[in-house]
């Protein structure tokens, strides 16, 4: 919330020096993934104050980001899935930031706390259909997913097989809605972004695996994804969005990328 009302400060600052006639802003503009929002913030609080230069972030969602990107409503678009090549072919670029978990996650009671990945994509097609079979509790499997432009959505499906399968109850528009709906459904099982995991849900095992940073790192947690930076090829961004491009990507963002959950990748 600090950070949030900072950018939110930072930006009617500098709309106040505008119109009063000061020097044009400095200023770069993100839109896109709801997974990245930790880390988008962290960095572009780190930009602020270190530039002294204008950070917004639009919580969009990944399609709207890259779609975003390529209106050129944004400087830079952010994406937890990687560019599919008809994006590419419209002349857009990705630089993979970090590498970020997709924790499965069930109600906090529900005493189920691991999962092959067949048994994941069994359940999201519909072919188990009660905790009873996982050696739960009786109870009719509720399927809670994201949205179709959701890169978290995107990057489940990619690794669990089942893209254009799933049977979900719901489809949500962020993290927390489906931690919401998951911790209040005692038979629900979901997906999160693993930096977006609390204690009101717990998050399973995967083929006896624990989501960690360190295991998403070392490659043993299979259920990941990237999260990556959009721009456009051969157009060259703002000097202020160039900079916090190179601080963003530089090995001197690790800790702060780190520090949000996410592995970074230089």
């Given at each position: 919330?600090?950070?949030?009302i900072?950018?939110?400060?930072?930006?009617?600052?500098?709309?106040?020096?505008?119109?009063?006639g000061?020097k044009?802003?400095?200023?770069?503009?993100?839109d896109?993934?709801t997974?990245?929002?930790?880390?988008?913030?962290?960095?572009?609080?780190?930009?602020?104050?270190?530039?002294?230069?204008?950070f917004?972030?639009?919580?969009?969602?990944?399609?709207?980001?890259?779609?975003?990107?390529?209106?050129?409503?944004?400087?830079i678009?952010?994406?937890?899935?990687?560019l599919?090549?008809?994006?590419?072919?419209q002349?857009?670029?990705?630089?993979?930031?970090?590498i970020?978990?997709?924790a499965i996650?069930?109600?906090?009671?529900n005493?189920?706390?691991?999962?092959?990945?067949?048994?994941?994509?069994?359940?999201?097609?519909?072919?188990?259909?009660?905790w009873?079979?996982?050696?739960g509790?009786?109870?009719?499997?509720?399927?809670?997913?994201r949205?179709e432009?959701?890169?978290?959505?995107?990057g489940?499906e990619?690794?669990t097989g089942?893209?254009?399968?799933?049977?979900?109850r719901?489809?949500?528009?962020?993290?927390?809605?489906?931690?919401?709906?998951?911790?209040?459904?005692?038979?629900a099982?979901g997906?999160?972004?693993?930096?977006?995991v609390?204690?009101?849900?717990?998050?399973v095992?995967?083929?006896?695996?624990?989501p960690?940073?360190?295991t998403?790192?070392?490659?043993?947690?299979?259920?990941?994804?990237?999260?990556?930076?959009?721009?456009?090829?051969?157009?060259?961004?703002?000097?202020?969005?160039?900079a916090?491009?190179?601080?963003?990507?530089?090995p001197?963002?690790?800790e702060?990328?780190s520090?949000?959950?996410?592995?970074?990748?230089?």
């Amino acid at each position: 919330m600090k950070k949030l009302i900072c950018i939110a400060l930072a930006f009617a600052v500098a709309l106040s020096l505008a119109a009063c006639g000061g020097k044009e802003k400095q200023a770069v503009a993100t839109d896109g993934s709801t997974s990245m929002q930790k880390v988008i913030l962290a960095l572009g609080e780190a930009f602020m104050e270190d530039t002294g230069a204008n950070f917004t972030y639009n919580a969009t969602g990944s399609g709207p980001g890259i779609k975003a990107v390529k209106d050129g409503t944004c400087d830079i678009g952010l994406s937890s899935r990687y560019l599919r090549d008809s994006e590419k072919a419209q002349g857009l670029q990705e630089t993979v930031l970090a590498i970020d978990g997709i924790a499965i996650i069930v109600h906090a009671g529900n005493p189920v706390a691991d999962l092959t990945l067949e048994q994941i994509a069994a359940i999201f097609k519909g072919e188990l259909t009660n905790w009873s079979q996982l050696g739960g509790k009786d109870g009719q499997i509720v399927l809670i997913g994201r949205e179709e432009s959701s890169g978290t959505r995107d990057g489940f499906e990619s690794v669990t097989g089942t893209v254009d399968a799933c049977l979900y109850r719901q489809e949500l528009t962020s993290n927390g809605a489906v931690l919401t709906a998951v911790a209040e459904n005692p038979n629900a099982i979901g997906y999160v972004s693993l930096s977006s995991v609390k204690d009101s849900v717990k998050a399973v095992s995967v083929n006896g695996v624990a989501p960690s940073e360190a295991t998403v790192k070392d490659g043993s947690y299979a259920v990941q994804r990237p999260f990556v930076l959009v721009t456009k090829q051969g157009e060259k961004l703002s000097k202020t969005a160039q900079a916090f491009f190179d601080f963003a990507t530089s090995p001197a963002a690790n800790e702060i990328i780190s520090a949000a959950g996410v592995v970074p990748v230089n």
